[in-house]
């Protein structure tokens, strides 16, 4: 994941994905945070038979993605919620300190045995792999052991993890003890998405033994690696659809395609100046990083789905942003970039439209099955799952 985001990034097809900025001083405030951490996040201490690791972003104070289950599973569940990427949740517990010591002491560069090469011919762009396979894998090294001790501690019976790509020190450590591993569904799911697709299905190491979806489109959209299974557990976070404005088209940047996708929307401003076109930064954004044009309307703050709630249109690339929308009520128009791809199949179902001219957008589709993308929450299943 790391190699391909660094191909994309220097080739200039994409940008940052999820860009991270720190001052001097955003530094040592961390720092210090890792430190006091240490006495009061402690997980080692207490008593759990699960583990819920969520995923950093909060939007309003709240992760959406393991609320229900945090609620139903109470105080049997230890929270380890990182501080480093976000703000932890009240009452969770982390390995901050330890997570960044892991990676501030490696050798510089690792034999890489000809790859950095090899994918330079192959691309014709250069990638450090020796760089990336000398601090990952001792820190991953390091920290697996570490989350195995604390897993073995409390006697941990199932793991449940969002973003487990990111965190395969402790899916590894939980699979090393033969503890069940749970991912909970993030974001979209494609055969492009580096997370999820392996074709044909092989046998992959440190990978979680069920993935919970929103929705039956998500449990075959990729070929997941072998023994890993599906369930359809629903979406309990989106709004209710709110009563549409008519004239507001909500363009959902990313910070792979956010300065082309702006290009996008002046254009589609001008060719319809009866709408309210509006520019809506992805939370790893910030502001500073473009500049609008009058056409078009910046929003940064409030929440992304309460304005999908009240859009008519919505225009996008491949961020779950859309597929969201769709389940709100928006007419869905994919912009012609790169990662549009990840949108083929609403696109070939006619639940989207790939949007080549900007005169196209009115002719975006309502979704017929949002039920397909975003199924009732059933926490019954959960509580149920908990209780075996």
Known sequence: MRVFHELTRRSGIHGASHPVRRTPYEKARLVGRHVAGLVTRNPFLGSYDAMVVPHPRKPGGVEIYTDELRNALGTSALVLDSGINGTPLPGS??????????????????????????????????????ALLAREIPKHVRLRGLYRALLRKHRIQTVYVVVAYFHQHIVGAARDLGIRVVELQHGAISPFHLGYSYPGRPVVADQPDELWCFGSYWTDIADLPAGMSTSVIGASYLPQATEKDPKLAV????????????????????????????????????????????????????????????????????????????????????????GH??????????????MTKPAELTSAPLCPAPETYYAPSDLSRLTADHAE
């Open 251 to 338: 363009f959902l940047s990313q910070g792979t395609i956010g300065a082309e996708l702006l290009h996008v929307a002046e254009s589609v401003a001008k060719e319809h100046p009866e709408l309210d076109v509006v520019f809506r930064l992805h939370p790893s954004e910030r502001a500073s990083g473009y500049t609008i044009p009058d056409v078009v309307r910046l929003s940064t703050e409030g929440s992304t789905l309460e304005l999908l709630a009240g859009a008519t249109y919505q225009v996008g690339v491949s961020t779950t942003a859309l597929f969201e929308g769709m389940a709100l009520g928006c007419r869905t128009a994919v912009a012609n970039l790169p």
């Open 93 to 130: 517990k982390n390995l901050d300190f330890f997570t960044s010591a892991a990676g501030a002491v490696h050798k510089r560069h690792a034999d890489d045995r000809g790859i950095t090469e090899a994918l330079e011919r192959l691309t014709g762009v250069r990638v450090p792999v020796g």
């Open 341 to 354: 791809e990840y949108l083929d199949r609403p696109i070939a179902s006619g639940h989207a439209l790939l």
